[in-house]
């Protein structure tokens, strides 16, 4: 079976953003990056499959930037067999990486695809679901559990009230939550091994999909600050100020 | 220009996001009507009836809608949505997992998870777990829309006298099929709509220890939330996580006790009204955000809190 791992290049999860000055975005200029921590996860779930020998390749794919192929070579170092980048210097919007990946998946005839539960920089939470949409394939989103067997997967989902186990056919979209796994560290050999395996690049504008965004940013700005708080000196006080001036308790 | 919201519930017990949903699509204008789609769920669709603000509501009973499987609701979904400007769920789980197949069916782009609605095609929401907060405007001909219901006051679960009408189900979707649901059970209030939150993190220790944090809520009538690092090690339930990738909550008083405040933590609870930290290091980035910081042992602090809220 060949998987497909979207791996999105974003801000780094421990790094502040800033809005910039004018307004029209977060400032990314010389700022770290890294692959979505869930995407991680989605890589690592890839390789444990191909280890298992469920899986025979795992492709990785990348839409973005020319840059973004430091992320397909980061899940290239994990144990992904090869890559594709799809460049794009603008901001797609889910709706459009979801019909990239659609046409790349039906290229490749892959079976299942594994993606992060959410992007950490847009927070959009939409991309596999679209995706699934547009495939007519059945999801699993929020995944803390997967299991293949009998061209099936059983997958455990995270949801408000607890988790929840559905059966999807194969072929089948699946977004991965925070506890399905804890991702590798790649190893320096790999590191080193990653750098010779293929990663096909296209432009995204070569693909003759409608990628335009149905949204326009009007501006971006940082929420108000929350005013200084106190200290209090012990529990006593604690309880004085929040029944007698903050008067929640 | 007429507003679709899509009922949470659980096919006896309309959620109460539901009514958060209400208020955010009562901004956007037009009238509202409601869809409940599940499976011997005429109650819901009465209680939907009595929302203030409601002017039809929609009624999709068929075996098909028992378990909120996206598959057999989008195409419902999907169908219905011709007939409105907007299609608008909370961004639950439910409203996430379904929502986005809806729209991608559309060839609209979801405006995911508003704080604010500005105009009918104009919304702000939060980005980089809350660190920004963009104003966008959208071009697609229906709006499909997730709501912040923390951002949004719940509607009038009671005022409203709409006609509740049957629509025909949709054809299902094949390829999923749901097995099983392990619900946590508690006591406690439900976590995104408690007025007062007590949180525990990593500091805690264990999930012996955690039933401090559950004693000190029970005398506050709290809910019990946790963050990440107390869920992956174990200790409560992944539902109680708090946070850009778990619950976003925003109650009176929000309890963080032996939580360092990472940015993804504070994402789910820094628009509470009262934020007290109780953390041995007084360098922890949770007291930025808190109005009262008490630089303590939980062990030590826990248990006299629990006993002076007693008294
Ligand atoms: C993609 C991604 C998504 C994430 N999503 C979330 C999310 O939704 N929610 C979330 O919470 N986190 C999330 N995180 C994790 C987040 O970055 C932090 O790792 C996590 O919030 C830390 O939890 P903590 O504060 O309990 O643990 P720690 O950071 O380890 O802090 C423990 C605190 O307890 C204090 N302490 C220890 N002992 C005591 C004692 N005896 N008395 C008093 N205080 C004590 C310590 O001083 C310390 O400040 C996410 C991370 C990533 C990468
Ligand atoms: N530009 C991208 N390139 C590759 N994968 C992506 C891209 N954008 C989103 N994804 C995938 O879709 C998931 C959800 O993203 P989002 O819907 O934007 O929150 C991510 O975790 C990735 O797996």
Not at chain 2, 36 to 56: D, L, P, T, Y
Not at chain 2, 124 to 129: L, N, S, T, V
Not at chain 2, 210 to 227: K, P, R, Y
Request: with cysteine; proline share 4%; glycine share 8%.
């Amino acid at each position: 079976m060949k998987i497909l791992v979207g791996v999105k290049r974003v801000l780094d999860p421990y790094v502040r953003a800033y809005v910039k000055p004018d307004g029209s975005g977060v400032d990314l200029s010389n700022a770290k990056m890294s692959m979505n921590p869930f995407d991680e996860i989605a890589v690592e779930q890839a390789v444990r499959l191909k280890e298992t020998g469920v899986a025979e390749e795992i492709i990785a794919v990348s839409i973005g930037p020319a840059k973004s192929e430091e992320t397909i070579r980061t899940a290239l170092a994990m144990g992904a067999d090869r890559g594709i980048l799809v460049e794009s210097d603008a901001e797609l919007e889910p709706l459009a990486v979801a019909k990239v990946l659609k046409q790349v998946v039906e290229d490749e005839s892959v079976q299942l695809v594994l993606l992060g539960k959410q992007a950490i920089d847009d927070d959009c939470n939409q991309t596999g679901q679209g995706l699934a949409a547009l495939l007519g394939w059945p999801q699993g989103t929020f995944a803390s559990g997967v299991e293949l067997a009998d061209g099936k997967a059983k997958v455990v989902r995270e949801i408000d009230g607890g988790l929840e186990t559905v059966e999807l056919d194969l072929p089948a979209v699946v977004t991965v939550d925070l506890r399905l796994n804890e991702p590798r560290h790649a190893s320096l050999p790999n590191i080193m091994k990653a750098k010779k395996k293929p990663v096909d690049k296209k432009a995204a504008a070569d693909l003759g999909l409608d990628l335009a965004p149905r949204m326009k940013v009007l501006g971006v700005s940082e929420p108000p600050a929350r005013a200084e708080g106190v200290r209090v000196s012990s529990v006593e006080e604690l309880v004085d100020k929040l029944k007698n001036e903050a008067k929640v308790i | 220009m007429t507003v679709l919201v899509v009922a949470e519930h659980d096919n006896s017990e309309l959620f109460e996001v539901t009514l958060h949903s209400v208020s955010a699509a009562v901004k956007m204008g037009g009238p509202v009507e409601i869809l409940v789609a599940g499976s011997g769920c005429g109650a819901v669709a009465e209680a939907c009836a009595k929302v203030a603000g409601i002017e039809r509501v929609l009624l999709a009973d068929d075996p098909a809608y028992e378990h909120p499987l996206p598959e057999n609701l989008a195409p419902l979904l999907v169908g219905l949505a011709g007939g409105y400007s907007h299609v608008v769920a909370a961004a639950t789980t439910y409203g996430k997992n379904v929502m986005p197949r809806v729209s991608a069916l559309l060839d609209v782009s979801q405006i995911s998870d508003i704080s604010e609605v500005f105009a009918e095609d104009t919304f702000e929401r939060p980005i980089y777990a809350g660190n920004a907060l963009a104003k966008v405007q959208s071009s697609d001909a229906i709006k499909v829309v997730t709501v912040r219901t923390t951002k949004f006051d719940a509607a009038d679960a009671e005022g409203g006298s709409a006609a509740v009408e049957s629509v025909e189900a949709a054809e299902t979707g094949a390829g999923s099929r749901f097995l099983e649901q392990n619900l946590s059970q508690s006591d406690r209030p439900e976590l995104t709509s408690a007025r007062v939150v007590v949180s525990g993190g990593r500091g805690v220790g264990s999930a012996e220890n955690f039933q401090m944090i559950e004693d000190l809520a029970a005398t506050l009538n709290a809910a019990v939330g946790a963050s990440r690092a107390a869920v992956d090690a174990g200790y409560v339930p992944n539902d109680y996580q708090v946070g850009q990738t778990g619950k976003v909550v925003a109650p009176d008083l929000y309890l963080a006790i032996g939580i360092s405040g990472a940015i993804q933590h504070l994402a789910g609870m820094k628009d509470s009204k009262v934020i007290a930290a109780v953390n041995t290091d007084e360098e922890a980035p949770i007291f930025q955000v808190a109005d009262y910081g008490l630089v303590d042992d939980l062990f030590e602090a826990v248990p006299k809190l629990t006993e002076a809220l007693k008294k």
